[in-house]
């Protein structure tokens, strides 16, 4: 929702599902600059002379559908000493403005038992037709606005904003120049603002919208309420500095951290390296009975007993595999469905390998019973597939 005029039939940003970052800093760690290291390692970063809190008292204006808010508000001469008041951070629906809308996999603004807007329609009387839209009939949205000084002390440095969550999108303005777009409510979202600020008074505008199309990826058993709602702040940094540090955990000399079970859907998190583990380990007790610890994408593996004496299995290109105490069999509910529970799964004598080229893994997302979102390029075509692997005994 742009202030500038647009036509009827242009997709907005907030429901552009391509859009969802106008000239945002790059995520990083959480950091502070200090003026020492001792002030760095002993004070919150609060208490830096180069933050400074824009949380309090902020002007606010709601509106009940986008066509009826205030189009030219960031402009510093606009008047809004008759807007109400409204403190940062806060949830405008607690404040009382709108309505706070609670449902569990339902969309707030979608919802077939609630209908709140006669734009939405649906298939099967349940599932919006349309995935991205969000109505403009009811679409709720506050204008936010307040003012600040820059201290002194800062001159010659860059200073960023940094909003710490805001459901669900909004613009920022500063002194009346549009400064950028951001949705993602509950993640920072950090901008550059020197070039848009003048000595003495500042003034900072905020568009908020409280559903966008990032609405139907923040849907899950909870209250929906919207507004700026953790802390806004400023800081200031030098031109030359560290932006961005990162801790990578690595394995420890025992090699006895290793990667969880994975698929080549579900990976991002499983790193190629060297791990030893107990077969005992590989199971996960779900509590409904199921297949788990199969690794993909290794070139090899062993199994050795408690003398050293094993068997490895080579793959000539890369290969999947488990090794549990139960034949996959046991998990399989078509076999075994009278299998309800964990406990149900008895473990039996020796170990159970499962070796293969590869498996397709979960290939989709499907949520309490929802359509499934199904991605082709890790599935696997029903056809005849050929792999090669080496077995030899290890000592």
């Known amino acids: 929702m742009c202030s500038n005029a647009v036509e009827?039939?242009?997709k907005k940003d907030w429901e552009n599902p391509k859009m969802f970052n106008q000239n945002k800093e790059a995520p990083h760690a959480s950091l502070m600059p200090f003026s020492s290291v001792e002030n760095a390692l002993t004070q919150k970063h609060e208490a830096s002379v180069f933050y400074k809190s824009l949380n309090g008292t902020w002007k606010f204006n709601w509106v009940r559908k986008p066509a009826d808010r205030s189009l030219d508000f960031y402009n510093p001469n606009y008047d809004v000493s008759g807007w109400d008041d409204i403190p940062?951070?806060?949830?405008?629906?607690?404040?009382?403005?709108?309505?706070?809308?609670?449902?569990?996999?339902?969309?707030?603004f979608a919802s077939y038992k609630a209908p709140v807007s006669e734009e939405i329609k649906f298939v099967d009387k349940m599932y919006p037709s349309n995935p991205g839209q969000v109505p403009y009939d009811y679409k709720p949205g506050g204008s936010c606005r307040r003012t600040f000084t820059?201290?002194?002390?800062?001159?010659?440095?860059?200073?960023?904003?940094?909003?710490?969550?805001?459901k669900s999108a909004f613009y920022i303005w500063g002194n009346g120049q549009k400064v950028g777009y951001s949705q993602g409510s509950k993640t920072e979202a950090e901008w550059d603002i020197t070039k848009y600020l003048q000595k003495g008074e500042n003034t900072i505008a905020v568009e908020v919208y409280g559903w966008s199309d990032d609405s139907y990826l923040e849907c899950q058993d909870f209250w929906r309420i919207s507004g700026i709602e953790r802390d806004v702040f400023i800081y200031s940094a030098p031109k030359v500095r560290i932006r961005d540090f990162f801790v990578n955990g690595d394995l420890d000399e025992t090699y006895t951290n290793g990667p969880h079970g994975n698929y080549v859907d579900r990976n991002r998190s499983a790193f190629v390296g060297?791990?030893?583990?107990?077969?005992a380990g590989q199971y996960v007790p779900y509590v409904r009975p199921q297949e788990s610890g199969y690794k993909t994408g290794s070139r090899w593996f062993e199994l050795r007993n408690n003398d050293g004496w094993g068997l490895r299995i080579t793959g000539v290109s890369q290969l999947g595999f488990s090794a549990l105490h139960n034949p996959i069999e046991d998990f399989d509910?078509?076999?075994?469905?009278e299998y309800k529970h964990l406990n149900d799964i008895v473990k039996k004598d020796g170990v159970f390998i499962t070796f293969d080229l590869k498996q397709m893994g979960v290939a989709g997302d499907n949520s309490w019973g929802g359509k499934t979102v199904s991605y082709e390029q890790y599935a696997i075509p029903a056809d005849d597939y050929e792999f090669k692997v080496s077995l030899e005994p290890v000592f």
């Not at 509910?333 to 469905?337: A, F, K, L, N, V």
Request: charged share 25%.
């Open 8 to 10: 009827a039939n242009e």
């Open 88 to 108: 940062v951070p806060s949830n405008w629906e607690r404040e009382g403005y709108g309505i706070p809308i609670y449902c569990n996999h339902q969309y707030e």
């Open 333 to 337: 509910q078509e076999t075994h469905d």
């Open 150 to 166: 820059v201290p002194e002390s800062w001159d010659g440095r860059q200073v960023f904003i940094q909003f710490g969550a805001v």
């Open 274 to 279: 060297y791990y030893e583990s107990k077969v």
